[in-house]
T-cell receptor
Framework: ETGVTQTPRHLVMGMTNKKSLKCEQH?????MYWYKQSAKKPLELMFVYNFKEQTENNSVPSRFSPECPNSSHLFLHLHTLQPEDSALYLC??????????????FGDGTRLSIL | EDQVTQSPEALRLQEGESSSLNCSYT??????LFWYRQDPGKGPEFLFT???AGEEKEKERLKATLTKKESFLHITAPKPEDSATYLC??????????FGTGTRLLVSP
């Protein structure tokens, strides 16, 4: 496989469920990102990992918990979500978080619906 | 505060009808301006990076240009398969990508 792969593509969960989103990149990059995309709003950066270390948490509620076991894998653990958390969650990777002049490459996202 | 504004919000063209999309920005130390294409149900697909005023990049029917305050994505003789949302983002001196809300392009046969 090439590029950035996200699973699952679609997820429906109740407010009391616990689930995880998975992202894997095959580009040899060292930085990985989670974004939230809602209708008619710009992409919202949630978390940044650089060389497996979390470098940014953009005031994200604690019901979202990221995990980055290595530079190729990124998870987003979800628990006790709210209806307003329904959105498309995108994972991206880039060469290095500090080399912002290099483009980020995105997966196709997980469409999350909270009942 | 870094900011990106894209216009128009939506654009409808006939096949073959050329036009331009606009991306205006204010940023602390531009590290690059990026154009992405996003199809429904997919993630953004990287198209171009522009680094300095006067720079131009081309790919098939798309041409991106950059000035000190804005970028244009020119679409020449578009085809229905060019229909998508086009996103603009700037890399700032704060090591962040700031995105606009996108332009939804629909090209009718």
């Amino acid at each position: 496989e090439t590029g950035v792969t996200q699973t699952p593509r679609h997820l429906v969960m109740g407010m009391t469920n616990k689930k995880s989103l998975k992202c894997e990149q095959h580009l040899g990059h060292n930085a990985m990102y989670w974004y939230k995309q809602s209708a008619k709003k710009p992409l919202e950066l949630m978390f940044v990992y650089n060389f497996k270390e979390q470098t940014e948490n953009n005031s994200v509620p604690s019901r979202f918990s990221p995990e980055c076991p290595n530079s190729s894998h990124l998870f987003l653990h979800l628990h006790t979500l709210q209806p307003e958390d329904s959105a498309l969650y995108l994972c991206a990777s880039s060469q290095d978080r500090d080399r912002v002049s290099q483009p980020q490459h995105f997966g196709d996202g997980t469409r999350l619906s909270i009942l | 505060e870094d900011q990106v504004t894209q216009s128009p919000e939506a654009l409808r063209l006939q096949e073959g009808e050329s036009s331009s999309l606009n991306c205006s920005y204010t940023v602390s130390g531009l590290r690059g301006l990026f154009w992405y294409r996003q199809d429904p149900g997919k993630g953004p697909e990287f198209l171009f990076t522009l680094y300095s005023a006067g720079e131009e990049k081309e790919k098939e029917r798309l041409k991106a240009t950059l000035t000190k305050k804005e970028s244009f994505l020119h679409i020449t003789a578009p085809k229905p398969e060019d229909s998508a949302t086009y996103l603009c983002a700037v890399g700032s001196g704060f090591q962040k990508l700031v995105f606009g809300t996108g332009t939804r392009l629909l090209v009718s046969p």
